[in-house]
């Protein structure tokens, strides 16, 4: 298995692999996961789905109660699980932290696990 650097991710989920295999400059090992998952629809969902069907004449079928998502997962050092959101407009976000590219908030995010130099040490 070959760990490559994170400048190696695309800035798009769309032209990432599903597993990604990386290590950073300072020894951070971590694992990129891309891919779909097939989840129950909410509530919301549900009502849209309803009224779509209603108006077309048809009941509602299984595929209204299942809707498809993106999943976009990075684990730190093997343990630590990171969930990174796809938001409508196609950016990534993880808690505050917000990027227009993959690459941009793959990269926010090992930059707060990246192991720091004791304080008062020179680099």
Known sequence: MTRRPPSEIPDDH???PRLFHGVTDGGLEFELQVGTVRRRAGSS???Q???RAVSRGRPLTQDDLYQEETEIVLFVRGRQRVDIRLNPNN???VGHRTSRSLKGIVSEVLDRFEPKPPSGMAP
Do not use: I
């Open 45 to 47: 969902q549900l009502v």
């Open 91 to 93: 950016s990534y976000s």
């Open 14 to 16: 769309r032209r990432a």
């Open 49 to 51: 789905a309803h009224v």
